[in-house]
């Protein structure tokens, strides 16, 4: 088998990937990305709103402010630590991509422009806060295209339309690169790195509804889970507030930070109901429940009654073809209004996955084993939406994802500098490394009668159901009783098309492995947490519970189980802050 | 709805040619995008690049009834039937509805597609006054789909030595950078007979780009700097 | 992948495309339009319309411009479709003697006719 050699190998080409790249290109050590799309199609593209950092540059801030407000907007499931890391390094890293050439929009005075987003506030939950730097609303394609730039001009080595497959490790446990596959040429490929980075990004497309890429398969859960190391955190989904009703497109939080508001039928403003103080910029999981709320009880708009309006007309021509134009384009193409004249209608969608791959707050993958419960696996990295620091506890801040990517991007590609000054020289791979991930990739050239598209959408249709915005037992019991069905189906599938060359129905069916997984352990996680936090709504247990759950959850594959690992409520230098209420 | 998919396989032995699909679709509210995975959901070997289906990636461009566009916006009902679905023209197909899109990047890096200014780094951002960073807007937006440099015939003759449209209108969104130290070796990079001057200004590439964007005038301001600069 | 550059041309050539295109649409209206005015019905007459010195200048300028323009016409037409460079060559060598040839050709016949 063809096999090529790195000192360090990324796995993602979005932005958490390439920001970490950039960090070692610029070093002696030879990096290589793999994606498995050309690098400016992940789906950090699609970021609208922003990236959270406190420049102050339109109003007072404070980084310690925006940590208060991450903390509370993640229901204090948050690691501080990391929190205050992340709030910290905010700045520097916004202004370094500033310096790379990101066109963000301007202020008149020159600086970065900045927008309110929900959940911002000034002086320790005080007034709303300013603090979302944007390019418009195509922040995510200016930021991914800037960073690929850079990438290219550092001549990083890209792997463009590779599919990874397995991590290969050794006895030891050390990590020591990946199994992948030419899509263009339906090629094995052996990837043998000193140190590897997983930077797959979400895992969306679990779900019916959903304002994710068709792309965000999680694959690098997938990946891990078969390595027999735990997920963390899987129970919190966001499901944005605003997607485009029956679509899923997203409506960025910016419509609201540039004073858009919600409507029902009656054309009430009842977010004034749910959180009298930030009203429509309340947290992402208070919004998403009332709407769902105002759809349930009949007070939603449309024929079926199905979504709310979001009206942001008063804002003016001016501000939205300025502000918003992308929102603008997708209105009129997906929903057929022109927001500048009539209200955009909309639900909720999942949109972000809170939990991920556990790690420390250098990007180092982190799992229960000998010397303690969060030892690093030694060579593995990872960042982005595939991995779970964690700073967004049980819901995620609008703007703080893209500053995880680039704050822990650049962490991590630190760190992996240092771990290859550590360790200068490659370990030999085992002869059987290989084995398994050929087998599973060999799996599919054999028949079967069920089909892969078939599984994939009652897979979704099931999450959609079992695992949405309400949640109770009974209900999530169903649904895993129906995966465990799936998976019975998904052994008898087969492929109709066994050729080579850019089969892509071979490369869904390896996709839709690693979904099961990513279902799994959601389920299996989202029955053992018996509380209501952040993202997660038990019905049967509505309220949180600080006794018995202020922690994480960590899901093993094997035999399905779910430890708890503690929250970090110390910072690295100021105070704790405590539990409390959370209202808006 | 009649379709007519240009279908190829390498490995089958078989030439390319059009294949007749009837589906049952209602086009309503639907996309191109969402009819050709229904069609791949009946029969799984037809290919294609697609990934956040809302018109920001770019990965989706193919030849519509003749026209260049992004499958995922556009609306099914405007199509005329039967709804030819060709791979974008110009570049090497690798299989059914998937291009080769290797020279089109190689254009774009030629470019230098990234800022350069090696000025101190200030500790805070670079300023940019709002009507300097207007100059990026229609430029910067790009979203490397191809539409445009596929429907360039210059681009057809000599993809190997002409820009092409989206490369030079990226060339002009570094040029247009106030923060951009390198505007004349930029210059320098693309005055070539080959490089610029093969756009004869056929405009196909304005029609053509699916985020309305206008490389024919951006190519246009380069041709003007570089006559400023020569007089 | 070879470093990519300009080879610091094209900026004159295309002016000069420009140029040309300019005196023509002055040049050809002013010409069509003098003869037009004063249509001849003999020889003579014919002959006289191309007496004044101007005209001839005017003329001989306007043919100049026209193969100029003609030949950055036809040498961008030989850049897109041959890539053979040795062909291209003798190619543009050809136009180059006929549209030169024309020109002179016309200047002797304006001149050696009066
Ligand atoms: C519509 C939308 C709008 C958003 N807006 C904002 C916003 O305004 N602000 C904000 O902060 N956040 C926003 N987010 C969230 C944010 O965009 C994402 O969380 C973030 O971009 C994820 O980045 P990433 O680098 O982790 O992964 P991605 O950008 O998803 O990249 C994943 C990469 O991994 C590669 N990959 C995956 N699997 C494999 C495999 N098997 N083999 C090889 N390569 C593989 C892919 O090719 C891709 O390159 C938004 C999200 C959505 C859906
Ligand atoms: S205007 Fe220039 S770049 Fe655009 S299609 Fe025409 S020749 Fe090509
Ligand atoms: S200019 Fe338009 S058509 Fe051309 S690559 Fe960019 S987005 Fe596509
Ligand atoms: S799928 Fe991304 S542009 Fe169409």
């Known amino acids: ?584 | 709805m009649k379709f007519r998919l240009y279908r190829y396989s390498p490995e089958s032995g078989e030439k390319p040619h059009m294949q007749d699909v009837e589906l049952d679709i209602d086009p309503v509210g639907k996309m191109l995008l969402d009819a050709l995975l229904a069609i791949k959901a009946q029969d799984e070997t037809l290919s294609l690049r697609r990934s956040c289906r809302e018109g920001v990636c770019g990965s989706d461009a193919v030849n519509v009834n003749g026209k260049n566009r992004l499958a995922c916006i556009t609306p099914l009902g405007e199509l005329k039937e039967p709804i030819e679905v060709r791979p974008l023209p110009g570049l090497p197909v690798i299989r059914d509805l998937i291009v080769d899109m290797e020279p089109f990047y190689r254009q774009y890096r030629s470019i230098k597609p990234w800022l350069i200014n090696d000025g101190p780094e200030p500790e805070v951002e670079r300023l940019q006054s709002p009507e300097d960073r207007a100059l990026l807007d229609g430029a910067y937006e790009c979203i490397l789909c191809a539409c445009c440099t596929t429907a360039c015939p210059s681009f057809w003759w000599n993809p190997d030595k002409f820009v092409g449209p989206a490369g030079l209108l990226q060339a002009y969104r570094f040029i247009a950078d106030s923060r951009d130290e390198a505007t004349s070796a930029r210059l320098d990079n693309v005055e070539d007979p080959y490089r610029l001057y093969r756009c004869h200004g056929i405009m196909n590439c304005v029609d053509a780009c699916p985020k309305g964007l206008n490389p024919t005038e951006a190519i246009g301001r380069i041709k003007s700097l570089l006559v400023k600069r020569r007089v | 992948m070879k470093p990519a550059t300009g080879a610091h041309a094209g900026t004159g050539i295309w002016l000069v495309q420009r140029a040309t295109a300019v005196v023509l649409a002055v040049a050809l209206p002013g010409l069509m339009a003098h003869f037009l005015l004063a249509l001849p019905v003999d020889f003579s007459g014919w002959q006289g319309l191309f007496a004044p010195l101007w005209v001839r200048v005017l003329l001989l300028l306007t043919a100049l411009a026209l193969a100029l323009h003609a030949w950055v016409g036809v040498r961008d037409i030989f850049m897109d479709y041959i890539h053979f460079t040795g062909l291209r060559l003798a190619l543009y060598l050809a136009v180059i003697v006929t549209l030169a040839g024309s020109v002179v050709w016309l200047a002797a016949v304006l001149w050696g006719s009066a």
């Not at chain 1, 690691?79 to 991509?97: G, H, N, T």
């Not at chain 1, 929900?118 to 979302?132: E, L, M, P, V, W």
């Not at chain 1, 949109?351 to 593995?380: C, D, K, S």
């Open chain 1, 1 to 584: 088998m063809n096999t090529r050699r790195f000192d360090a190998l990324i796995v993602g080409g979005g932005g958490a990937g390439l920001r970490a790249a950039l960090q070692l290109a610029r070093s002696d050590y030879k990096v290589a990305v793999v994606s498995k799309v050309f690098p400016t199609r992940s789906h950090t593209v699609s970021a609208q709103g922003g990236i959270t950092a406190a420049l102050a540059n339109v109003d007072d801030d404070r980084w310690e402010w925006h940590m208060y407000d991450t903390v509370k907007g993640g229901d204090w499931l948050g690691d501080q630590d990391a929190i205050e890391f992340m709030c910290r390094e905010a700045a520097s890293a916004v202004y370094e991509l500033e310096h790379m050439g990101l066109p963000f929009s301007r202020l008149d005075n020159g600086k970065i422009y900045q927008r309110p987003f929900g959940g911002q506030s000034k002086h320790f939950g005080g007034d709303q806060a300013t603090r979302t730097c944007a390019a418009a609303d195509r922040t995510g394609h200016a930021l991914l295209h800037t960073l690929y730039q850079q990438n290219i001009q550092h001549r990083t080595q890209f792997f463009d339309e590779y599919f990874a497959l397995d991590l290969l490790r050794d006895a030891d446990g050390y990590c020591l690169g990946v199994t992948a596959m030419s899509i263009e040429t339906g090629e094995p490929l052996l990837i043998e790195a000193r140190t590897t980075l997983l930077a797959t990004g979400g895992a969306g497309r679990v779900f019916w509804n959903s304002s994710n890429a068709m792309i965000n398969t999680g694959d690098g859960l997938g990946m891990v889970l078969r390595a027999g190391l735990p997920l963390q955190d899987m129970e919190f989904w966001q499901f944005h507030p605003t997607g485009i009703a029956g679509v899923g497109c997203l409506i960025t939080e910016g419509v609201r930070g540039e004073g858009g508001y919600l409507l029902n039928k009656h054309g009430e403003r009842f977010m004034e109901r749910y959180a009298p103080h930030a009203k429509d910029l309340a947290g992402r999981d208070v919004v998403a429940r009332a709407i769902a709320i105002e759809i349930a009880e009949g007070r939603g708009c449309g024929p079926r009654g199905d979504y709310v309006d979001i009206k942001l007309d008063h804002l003016g021509e001016k501000t939205i073809a300025e502000k918003l134009p992308g929102i603008r384009d997708l209105a009129i193409r997906f929903a057929g209004v022109d927001p500048a004249e009539k209200p955009i209608p909309v639900a909720p969608t999942a949109h972000y996955m809170m939990g991920g791959i556990p790690t420390n707050l250098y990007g180092q993958v982190v799992a229960p084993a000998r010397f303690g419960p969060e030892e690093p696996v030694p060579g593995l990295y990872a960042v982005g939406e595939c991995a779970c620091v964690s700073v967004h506890g049980a819901n995620r801040l609008g703007g703080n994802s893209l500053l995880d990517l680039i704050v822990f991007g650049r962490a991590a590609g630190k760190h992996m500098l240092e771990y290859l000054r550590d360790n200068p020289y490659p370990r030999s791979l085992p002869g059987n490394a290989a084995e398994a991930s050929l087998a599973r990739l060999q799996r599919w050239d054999q028949a079967g009668s069920e089909r892969v598209a078939a599984i994939s959408d009652d897979l979704r249709r099931l999450m959609q159901t079992h695992a949405g915005v309400f949640r109770t037992d009974a209900v999530l019991r169903e649904g895993l009783e129906k995966l465990n069905e799936l998976e019975g189906r998904l052994a008898h599938a087969g492929l109709q098309d066994t050729s080579r060359v850019f089969n892509t129905a071979r490369i869904e069916a390896l996709e839709l492995e690693n979904l099961m997984g990513v279902a799994r352990a959601t389920l299996v996680s989202a029955i053992s947490r018996t509380e209501s936090r952040g993202a997660h709504t038990r019905e049967d247990f509505p309220a949180r519970d600080d006794e018995h759950w202020l922690k994480h959850t960590l899901y093993s594959r094997a035999g399905d189980q779910v430890d708890a690992k503690p929250v970090r409520l110390k910072p690295l230098t100021v105070e704790s802050i405590r539990p409390k209420e959370r209202v808006y």
